[in-house]
């Protein structure tokens, strides 16, 4: 194939660094620089760090506190004279991040410092699409209406399942539902806002990978499993969650542990929900669903021989399926969610061991296994967190 002519062979040109381009970096860097603070910064401590003039930090900062979305905090006096303001991120901008489950609905609205403004959680008695989209729309509408004096940037929504770009869940298992458009259901709440519509567990590992927004984690790069009813699972390699080609990587609940083993709600058989969900640890240790996480290890440290059964059956199908997916992406560290996030040390230890043995690499990387952060609506806190990333990486549009 020949160029046409005039076509550099190379790839387009690079846009020129116009003055408005100059001050959208330089607002969007200063939002960033705030956001992964560890302590409050000043405007003369971040001036230093971007290597950018006092002058344009201080006026650029204004443009953002009147925003609101950078916030003036005083700083501690360590001296003589009146110490500088410090900054932080802005508690009066915040989201709204939604979630679907399969026996309840949650809205939350969080703001920029990653704090929990307004948490609503609704329990639903059918799993009818029309029916739990309704019960979602009445509990976001409940957050919003509690938001007096804050700047709603964006709406989220986590569903448990195969999600389209543009906001439809193609397929959830344990809800039942095929084809539902989601974020046209949800567009009428959400107003001027576009609906961000994600898979439930990319959201719960987006926490992880940054627990408030713009701030990374401890791990950049990690395999998350996401448990309730359902088993779901992230990639996260530098502090992003691989979504792949259609937007389904990391489906962990659906890794084969067994072929003969009981059939899934997705078609096939032995797939690892069956062996770690909510339900298939009830049935093997005899607890109700909602002990499960309570009151599977204790019992189990007391000589409960069904609830010592089930951390077994917890702890062999997860090293057989992880084993797999740390072999093959390359990322040796693990962080178990939703009820396995309650397992006991001494579990958590035996299925590193049982990893170790089993990844090829692990001798000189060994696996690292932990559980993910106290947050039992973890996937409607991504959701939020993911629909305010517009103003951390587009702070000039909100300004």
Not at 9 to 30: C, F, I, K, Y
Not at 92 to 108: F, Q, S
Not at 125 to 141: F, G, K, N
Not at 300 to 308: I, M
Request: net charge negative.
């Amino acid at each position: 194939m020949v160029d046409a002519p005039g076509t550099p062979w190379h790839g387009p040109a690079s846009v020129a660094v116009r003055q408005a381009n100059l001050r959208e970096r330089n607002l969007a860097a200063l939002v960033a620089g705030v956001c992964r603070a560890t302590s409050p910064p000043s405007r003369a401590d971040l001036a230093t760090e971007l290597s950018m003039t006092r002058a344009t930090a201080a006026r650029l900062v204004d443009e953002l506190v009147a925003a609101k979305v950078v916030d003036e905090v005083e700083r501690e006096r360590t001296g003589r004279g009146r110490p500088a303001l410090a900054l932080r991120p802005g508690s009066g901008i915040v989201a709204v991040g939604l979630a679907i489950e399969t026996d309840r609905v949650l809205a939350r609205a969080v703001d920029l410092r990653g704090d929990v403004v307004v948490d609503r959680v609704a329990p639903t008695a059918s799993r009818d699409p029309e029916s739990v989209l309704d019960a979602l729309a009445r509990e976001a509408r409940e957050v919003r209406a509690r938001l007096r004096g804050r700047r709603v940037v964006g709406v989220g929504v986590a569903v448990p399942g195969i999600v389209t770009d543009d906001g439809r869940l193609l397929r959830a298992p344990n809800l039942g539902w095929n084809d539902v458009d989601v974020a046209g259901a949800l567009q009428p709440f959400a107003g001027r806002h576009r609906v961000l519509v994600a898979n439930e567990a990319d959201m719960a590992a987006f926490v992880e990978a940054e627990p408030a927004p713009g701030r990374p984690g401890d791990w950049s790069d990690f395999v998350h499993v996401s448990a309730a009813v359902g088993v779901g699972g992230s990639i996260v390699t530098g502090g992003r969650v691989v979504a792949g080609e259609h937007g389904a990587a990391g489906e962990l609940g659906h890794v084969c542990v067994d072929p003969s083993g009981p059939a899934c709600a997705c078609g096939s058989t032995g797939c690892l929900e069956r062996y770690v969900g909510l339900e298939a640890l009830a049935a093997v240790s005899g607890l109700d669903r909602d002990d499960v996480a309570a009151g599977m290890g204790p019992r189990a440290a007391e000589g409960d021989v069904r609830c010592q059964v089930a951390l077994e059956q917890v702890t062999h199908a997860l090293s057989v399926a992880l084993a797999s997916v740390v072999n093959v992406v390359g990322i040796s560290s693990v962080v178990l969610g939703g009820h396995l996030a309650t397992l006991p040390p001494a579990t958590l230890d035996a299925i590193q061991q049982r990893l170790d043995a089993r990844v090829l690499g692990s001798r000189w990387t060994p696996v690292r296994v932990r559980a993910a952060r106290g947050d039992d609506a973890a996937a409607a806190t991504g959701a939020a967190h993911s629909a305010l990333g517009d103003v951390l990486a587009r702070p000039a549009a909100w300004v």
